[in-house]
């Protein structure tokens, strides 16, 4: 982790360095040759330099250690200043509409000097820069926020470009080239502050995780002879290199309970320090040697199999009365499934009651 801030400080430093520097030599640019797109674009660097003074605080912040207030960390403030890097795009990108607008309304001639278009080829090489050292870092450290700073120097390097030719194709026009220009640079704004809020939103509300990471954790859990099964698995984000897991490992009924509880704890240290997440795991104990357990439950699978592939079962057992018998299972269903959870309830109920008139179910559906 400290390599991790170390690394994300730096790239924050560099950025406001190189965005102020920026900034300074466009508005110079666009003061000499008088055109509205290169001083937005010169406006555009400076909200780069303030987004990445945002992004040196992110990383400080979400490196504080734990506390009683927050006992997993402070990591989520990572996405935040992401998050509030975004919003500064997107803001430049509306302040950028008005002044083209304006511009397109109330046109002048943009002049073209060498002096000029050796600025904006410089800051677009500089941009390049910027976005190949800030993506590959993000993606050595696993940082969202750097990821939108990245696309933020790419769409920035694009938009510089059309300024560029717009410039000077517009000193020998006299089609208001410059302000429909700035429109372009707008939307290459526009859509790179999207797509980086979109990256930042997503881990703050919850998203489904890697399914490689996914894979990795079942590879691992289900290595172990005592472990049949895992069910009700979550990982739960709370910033970058700060995750827990909880899940439901299935193990004989019959097996011996501190052995198994010695492998579950063997389990939670291997998947610490081989994934680096916290684990919780909840042992189910299963019925394995049972003829009756084991018949009815593959006649729920197959019945439930036969209503879609996509569906499967879990934590199943039977409870056998003098009159009738409960099979009690948790059913697992996809969402925004082509039915509804009572409808697959009372088809599974009929299904069930039609291979014995003596069975009834008490089924708990659960999500992927």
Not at 244 to 250: D, G, M, N, R, T
């Amino acid at each position: 982790m400290q390599e991790r801030t170390r690394l994300g400080m730096l790239c924050g430093f560099i950025g406001i360095c190189l965005n102020l520097i920026l900034f300074g030599i466009k508005l110079l640019a666009g003061m000499v040759s008088n055109s509205i797109a290169i001083t937005a674009d010169a406006f555009n660097n400076l909200s780069d330099a303030g987004s990445s003074i945002i992004m040196l605080f992110g990383f400080k912040l979400a490196d504080e250690a734990p506390d009683k207030d927050h006992p997993f960390g402070h990591g989520r403030i990572e996405y935040v200043s992401g998050l509030i890097v975004s919003l500064l795009i997107l803001l430049v990108a509306f302040e950028l509409v008005k002044s083209s607008v304006e511009k397109i309304f109330q046109p002048t001639r943009p002049t073209s000097s060498i002096l000029v278009m050796g600025i904006l080829l410089l800051s677009v090489v500089i941009k390049l820069v910027m976005w190949a050292y800030n993506r590959m870092v993000g993606k050595h450290i696993d940082s969202s926020a750097m990821q939108a700073t990245a696309t933020d120097s790419i769409s920035d390097a694009v938009a510089t470009t059309v300024v560029l030719v717009g410039t000077l194709v517009g000193s020998y026009i006299a089609f208001p080239i410059d302000g429909f220009l700035g429109l372009v640079v707008a939307v290459f704004i526009f859509i790179a502050g999207f797509n980086a809020a979109k990256d930042t939103i997503n881990p703050l509300l919850g998203m489904k995780p890697d399914p490689e990471f996914v894979k990795r954790i079942e590879e691992m859990v289900l290595s172990y002879d005592l472990v049949m099964g895992i069910h009700d698995l979550i990982v739960h984000n709370y910033g970058p290199g700060r995750v827990l897991i909880s899940l439901h490992a299935e193990v004989p009924s019959d097996g011996d309970l501190l052995e198994m509880h010695d492998v579950i704890d063997l389990i939670e240290h291997r998947l610490r320090n081989e994934l680096s997440c916290q684990a919780v795991i909840h042992m189910d104990p299963v019925c394995v040697h049972d003829e009756q357990t084991n018949r009815l439950r593959e006649v729920v699978k197959d019945v439930v199999k036969g209503i879609s592939p996509e569906l499967s079962i879990h934590d199943f057992r039977i409870v056998v009365g003098p009159s009738h018998t409960n099979l009690v299972f948790d059913l697992v269903v996809p969402f925004r499934f082509y039915k509804t959870d009572n409808e697959l309830q009372k088809e599974i109920a009929e299904k069930i009651r039609a291979y014995d008139e003596r069975l009834y179910t008490v089924i708990e559906i659960d999500k992927e």
